[in-house]
């Protein structure tokens, strides 16, 4: 059974946005560090944001000022919200969560950035 589901990726033109989403099963969700990484082909998967059961937060310098990760608890869904999109943005995005428990992936969602 899949665990977090995304969604939200596709194509978009420079200086553009896109959100992402990730809804998490409410067991993984209520106890869980929810983030986002990123993979880039021939690069390392590498931490894009993540966030508490708070509203404690972390962003790659790469990404400050442009995006932001946010948590609605309602709907054990996070968002990361994507302006500003540069060509370099592009890769395969992947929701992440730490449990006490276990560390899930989700299947990953294309982002691309290109005119």
């Known amino acids: 059974q899949v665990q977090l589901v995304e969604s939200g990726g596709g194509l978009v033109q420079p200086g553009g946005s896109l959100r992402l989403s990730c809804a998490a099963s409410?067991?993984?969700?209520?106890?869980?560090?929810m983030g986002w990484y990123r993979q880039a082909p021939g690069k390392q998967r590498a931490l894009v944001a993540a966030?508490?059961?708070?509203?404690?937060?972390t962003y790659a310098d790469s990404v400050k000022g442009r995006f932001t990760l946010s948590r609605d608890n309602a709907k054990n869904t996070v968002f990361l919200q994507m302006n500003s999109l540069k060509p370099e943005d592009t890769a395969v995005y992947y929701c992440?969560?730490?449990?006490?428990?276990?560390?899930?992936w989700g299947q990953g969602t294309q982002v691309t950035v290109s005119s």
């Open positions: 966030i508490t059961s708070g509203i404690t937060t």
């Open positions: 409410r067991s993984i969700f209520s106890v869980a560090r």
């Open positions: 992440n969560a730490v449990t006490p428990w276990n560390n899930y």
